[in-house]
């Protein structure tokens, strides 16, 4: 039979599709990596890796076991969890995924107050690329993420925590800036700064250009929140701002202007993900509450 170790060498050469990256990544070296992998291939008696040219590739056969070897892997990680989290409650260390777009202006209060109340838990927070991480909690590389809505995954339970505001932000000498009242048509052929096109943000500020008649300015993307509105405040551009993040940041509107468009009514839905099945799941449900409970109770 394979060996779980073997299964785990597969699918980093899947994930690398290269033997000595995927050696580092799983801290062995690249001999013991490839001398593993044929003795794998010989006790399956088929051939699992095209080495034909010059980048490696699996043959399909070597990508349809390696799909179902996440799987089995995944399994074998939450008996270990299973085991080793039985009986102590809300405890030990959980991966937790969070985009850049929400973690700097919510996690901080989240860390802090999780950690007063349930002090044996500790969260190794990672930012990511909201679609990037999802895929991660699906591997089971992540044990628990917050993001944006819609999210289109399966084998996932998406938990609704909050809905936040969207503003549109302008320069504070910008001709629509101080008005009463702006109608939307007056928006028509501004463009907005946003995130690059990888971010659901970069998604939402899209959707939110096509219904309003402006545009992305994709020459000036942004690589945070921050660094957004800086842009605003120097002049470049509209963009959008999360409610929450206008709140945190005492010196937001020192820098941009809120617009204040008649009717305006743009949200954006955040949730809780985790995997269906996941040895932790009623752990994963108090987090959730938690934070669900601490964003209805925050102004």
């Known amino acids: 039979m394979p060996s779980l170790r073997q299964l785990q060498y597969l699918v980093a050469l899947d994930d690398h599709r ?49 799909a179902r070897a996440r799987g089995i892997l995944v399994q074998v ?49 990672r930012e990511g690329i909201p679609d990037d991480q999802v895929r991660q909690v699906m591997r089971g590389e992540l044990d628990m993420m ?18 936040e505001r969207m503003f549109v932000i302008a320069p504070p000498d910008h001709p629509l800036a101080g008005q009463k009242d702006i109608p939307a048509s007056a928006i ?19 959707d939110i250009c096509e219904q309003l008649g402006a545009h992305i300015m994709h020459d000036y993307e942004g690589t945070s ?36 468009i008649a009717g305006w009514n743009a949200r954006r839905s955040i949730a809780a993900l985790w995997r269906t099945g996941a040895a932790f799941s009623d752990g994963f449900h108090a987090i959730a509450e938690f934070i669900r409970s601490y964003v209805n109770e925050t102004p």
Do not use: N, W
Not at 146 to 163: K, N, Q, R, Y
Not at 230 to 237: E, F, L, N, R
């Open 188 to 206: 028509k052929g501004e463009g907005f700064l946003t995130l690059d096109r990888r971010h659901h943000f970069h998604r939402q500020t899209r």
């Open 225 to 260: 929140l921050d660094s957004i509105r800086q842009m605003v405040g120097s002049g470049i551009g509209l963009a959008l701002l999360p409610e929450r993040y206008m709140a945190a940041e005492t010196q937001a509107a020192e820098v941009v202007a809120t617009l204040d």
């Open 77 to 125: 990680r939450d008996l270990s969890d299973l085991a080793r989290r039985a009986g102590k409650g809300i405890g030990g260390t959980l991966r937790f995924g969070v985009t850049p777009t929400l973690g700097p202006y919510l996690m901080p209060a989240i860390v802090a107050g999780l950690h007063r109340e349930q002090p044996d838990l500790r969260l190794h927070i």
């Open 18 to 66: 290269h033997f000595g990256r995927a050696a580092f990544a799983v801290h062995v070296s690249q001999p013991t990596l490839s001398q593993q992998l044929r003795t794998l291939e010989a006790r399956l008696g088929a051939s699992l890796i095209d080495r034909s040219g010059q980048d490696v590739q699996l043959t399909p056969l070597g990508r349809d076991i390696a």
């Open 146 to 163: 917050l993001c944006p809505m819609p999210v289109d995954a399966t084998g996932i339970v998406v938990e609704p925590l909050f809905s």
